[in-house]
């Protein structure tokens, strides 16, 4: 610690931030003015070239290709509102065709049932009539059978009683009889 000075001065000296000049460039300018320099260089190369432009007319592009998205998706939109408005007025239209269509068929389920029970009544009326008629050819068959039965037992009958009463003898006055009362009445 010998070899270290112990004067004020020199502990002020150490205590302090030693302050170095910059370095410069031919004496001119520092790191900062060169860091200002190259961006000021660097500013007129991109207004030179032109990038603001640039970049402002790729941002307008971007800018043009986002409202005809949103235009063309504002029309898609309108599209699909017809469309709806169309399919709404289609299940509306089928509504009330089917409506139409179920109150035709029940009126033409009640003209059916109608005829139908207007047929049975004829029907029924023509197969009594049917029946009545063959009741009655029956009833008219039976009784000329029973007429023709009984002729012809009352035939069997006379034969009988007249073969039994009437002799020749008696069948020759019975014919001159006739003759007599023939003749006289003419």
Do not use: C, N
Not at 43 to 48: H, Q, V
């Amino acid at each position: 610690m010998a070899d270290q000075p112990t004067d004020a001065a020199h502990v002020e000296h150490i205590g302090a931030p030693e302050h170095h000049p910059e370095p410069a460039t031919f004496g001119l300018l520092a790191a900062p003015q060169w860091i200002a320099l190259a961006m000021v260089l660097v500013i007129a190369l991109l207004l030179w070239k032109r990038v603001p432009s640039l970049v402002g007319k790729a941002l307008d592009k971007k800018i043009a290709g986002i409202r005809a998205e949103l235009d063309e998706a504002e029309q898609l939109r309108r599209d699909a509102e017809t469309l709806k408005a169309e399919y709404e007025a289609k299940a509306a239209a089928a509504d009330a065709e089917r409506a139409t269509m179920l109150e035709r068929a029940r009126h033409e389920a009640e003209a059916i049932v109608e005829q139908a029970r207007t047929d049975t009544a004829s029907l029924i009326e023509r197969r009594t009539r049917m029946a009545e008629d063959k009741i009655a050819a029956a009833e008219r068959h039976a009784i000329e059978e029973v007429r023709a039965r009984a002729a012809r037992a009352a035939a069997a009958a006379a034969a009988h009683l007249i073969a039994d009463k009437l002799t020749p003898e008696g069948d020759k006055a019975m014919v001159d009889k006739t003759i007599a009362e023939l003749g006289a009445a003419h």
